[in-house]
């Protein structure tokens, strides 16, 4: 198995699913993984299960939309060893809900992490980064940002955002010596992806995500996408004018309709 170029990685949202996978396929394969989450019990279980791998694993309990953590965090990294050489911004959640339950508080719940969360690391490590001329920052996005789909207007728009914004930062980085990469998985079966009630094609294990990710981070990509037959299907209905678009998906996808408001619709955002 081919050597891997970095020492060190942190990732966030390593406490469950696609991060706990990715942090222990790369401490077995040697290199030392911050790992990240709110909640420190899920951190240590995750270390528990790496015990036996070469590489060390190193919680750090950290909520990504709280910048104090964050700060104290980089500053005692920048009193130490450094920011590690790659950063996975994996941290996200998800939260369906169908256009009658839309409301201002719950989008700005979930943008909150998915989005702002993301954009409060992704600054300190450019910063950082940009200034020594090197690093590889990775951050998590999804195929449920290609297109609109049902239930998804927060998510997919969260995820929507963050594409667009790594696009835009791949091309001003060019030359920087900064390694930026998008990550747009399909289905992988996890305790987010446990909430839907609908079967999902094409998932996939966490384990093996977590492989196709290290694969796609070792590529010189800017994106990295998995499975490829189902994104190719994806990719494929990008191109499709709207009118298609919107008629197949309303026949394909099914989806219930719910005739009364959410409660916490009048809430300040
Ligand atoms: N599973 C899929 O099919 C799929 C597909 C495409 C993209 N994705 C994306 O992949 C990423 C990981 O998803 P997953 O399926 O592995 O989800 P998951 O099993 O729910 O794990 C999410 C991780 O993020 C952490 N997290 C949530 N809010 C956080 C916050 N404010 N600060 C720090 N950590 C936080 C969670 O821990 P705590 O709650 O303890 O903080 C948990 O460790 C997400 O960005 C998701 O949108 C997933």
Known sequence: MRNLPWKSVWITGAGKGIGAALAEALSERGCTVYISSRTPDDLEKVKQRCDKFPGLVV???L???????????MKSWDKGAGLPELVVLNA??????????FSASRCKRLLKVNLQGTINCL???LDRFIQTGKGHVAVMASVAGYRGLPTAAAYG???AALNNMCEALYLDLKGSGVKLQVINPGFVRTPLTDKNEFAMP????????????????????FEITFPKRFVYFLKLLRL?????YLWLISHTVKT???STRKQDHGEQA
């Open 123 to 125: 600054d300190p490590v």
């Open 240 to 244: 499709l004018p709207n009118s298609w």
């Open 202 to 221: 094409a998932l996939i294990e966490p384990e093996d995500a977590a492989q196709r990710i290290i694969k796609g981070l070792l590529s010189s990509r």
């Open 59 to 61: 919680p750090i309990p």
């Open 63 to 73: 909520d990504i939309t709280d910048h104090y953590q964050i700060e104290d965090m």
């Open 256 to 258: 219930e309709t719910v």
């Open 92 to 101: 996200g959640t998800h939260d369906p809900f169908p256009a009658q339950e």
């Open 157 to 159: 728009a969260g995820k």
